[in-house]
T-cell receptor
Framework: QKEVEQDPGPLSVPEGAIVSLNCTYS??????FMWYRQYSRKGPELLMY????GNKEDGRFTAQVDKSSKYISLFIRDSQPSDSATYLC????????????FGQGTRLTINP | DAGVTQSPTHLIKTRGQQVTLRCSPK?????VSWYQQALGQGPQFIFQ???????QRGNFPDRFSGHQFPNYSSELNVNALLLGDSALYLC?????????????FGSGTRLTVV
């Protein structure tokens, strides 16, 4: 079983739709959670990070963490064609290990 | 302010050959991590360098090795290339500390092994 599972999609929605992206994880030691966006032929760029259970909002993006269920989500409101990219969840532990563990990525297309 | 610079951008090698990939970290960053991203997969951690030493290593064979120079730039070397080594190799730089403080990724080197 992979430490982090992410539905690879692909996911295609019309412009303006609300998008929900999800990851589950098995390692209860994970302490912080991130979402990265990766455009074609580019490296991942950090969208959001959070340490605790609950919601964190940044503009049209909301990150949600449920540690009891080992489940994280990213919501995109009023989706735009420029949001079309692959979205990667990532997790890590603050002490000791320096690495991030990534999900498989979900390829998202927003249709005008 | 330049971000993370990786070279070359694309590379084609023959099975059994050796390859060296290079990374210049973002200005002010002192830690370099390398990730392998196979097509349709998320990045997988190879290793991290800090103060010119390998600090942590992922589940990759000894064919993968690296180096960090005094100016914080880094190289990733892969020996005896296999077809399965074909992937996007990403370099990420950061300040010393947990990855939560922020990685900056380069655009990667696309390695194709034929």
């Amino acid at each position: 079983q992979k430490e982090v599972e992410q539905d690879p999609g692909p996911l295609s929605v019309p412009e303006g739709a609300i998008v929900s992206l999800n990851c589950t994880y098995s390692n209860s030691a994970f302490q912080y959670f991130m979402w990265y966006r990766q455009y074609s032929r580019k490296g991942p760029e950090l969208l959001m990070y959070t340490y605790s259970s609950g919601n964190k909002e940044d503009g049209r993006f909301t990150a949600q963490v449920d540690k009891s269920s080992k489940y994280i989500s990213l919501f995109i409101r009023d989706s735009q064609p420029s949001d079309s990219a692959t979205y990667l969840c990532a997790m890590g532990i603050i002490q000791g290990a320096q690495k991030l563990v990534f999900g498989q990525g979900t390829r998202l297309t927003i249709n005008p | 302010d330049a971000g993370v610079t990786q070279s070359p951008t694309h590379l084609i090698k023959t099975r059994g050959q050796q390859v060296t990939l290079r990374c210049s970290p973002k200005s002010g960053h002192d830690t370099v991590s390398w990730y392998q991203q196979a097509l349709g997969q998320g990045p997988q951690f190879i290793f991290q360098y800090y103060e010119e030493e390998e600090r942590q290593r992922g589940n990759f064979p000894d064919r993968f090795s690296g180096h960090q120079f005094p100016n914080y730039s880094s190289e990733l070397n892969v020996n005896a290339l296999l077809l399965g080594d074909s992937a996007l190799y990403l370099c990420a730089s950061s300040l010393e500390g947990p990855a939560v403080y922020g990685y900056t990724f380069g655009s990667g080197t696309r390695l194709t092994v034929v």
